[in-house]
Nanobody, 122 residues
Framework: VQLQASGGGLVQAGGSLRLSCAAS????????MGWFRRTPGKERAFVAG????????YYADSVKGRFTISRDNAKNTVYLQMNSLKPEDTTVYYC????????????????WGQGTQVTVSS
């Protein structure tokens, strides 16, 4: 199983980025997908998730209304559209896959991508 995250970079505050995560080696349509980001304490905090079956989405309060998660099962890819970026959004972002599941808890997810760096300048 491989999750390849991409799309990170440097952007000014108020700008936008779109992260992508391409999955291979798994049945993508049977996995809930999530985005997490590294905290200053080096833990991974939930950002956004999308269910495997209903397409329901859910977000951390800190990104609600600014970030949008979506998936394309035909391309085995999950996206995170990030708008109105703030300097405090600066960190490494990870995508993750949860077989027949979905949720906010890091421990639910079986597979993880390598991370992509997002830097927002003030």
């Amino acid at each position: 199983v491989q999750l390849q995250a991409s799309g990170g970079g440097l952007v000014q505050a108020g700008g936008s980025l779109r992260l992508s995560c391409a999955a291979s080696g798994l049945t993508f349509s049977r996995h809930g997908m999530g985005w997490f980001r590294r905290t200053p304490g080096k833990e991974r905090a939930f950002v956004a998730g999308i269910s495997w079956n209903t397409g329901n989405t859910y977000y951390a309060d800190s990104v609600k209304g600014r970030f949008t998660i979506s998936r394309d099962n035909a391309k085995n890819t999950v996206y995170l559209q990030m708008n109105s970026l703030k300097p405090e959004d600066t960190t490494v972002y990870y995508c993750a896959a949860d077989y027949y599941g979905s949720g906010r808890a890091e421990r639910r997810y079986q597979y993880w991508g390598q991370g992509t760096q997002v830097t927002v300048s003030s």
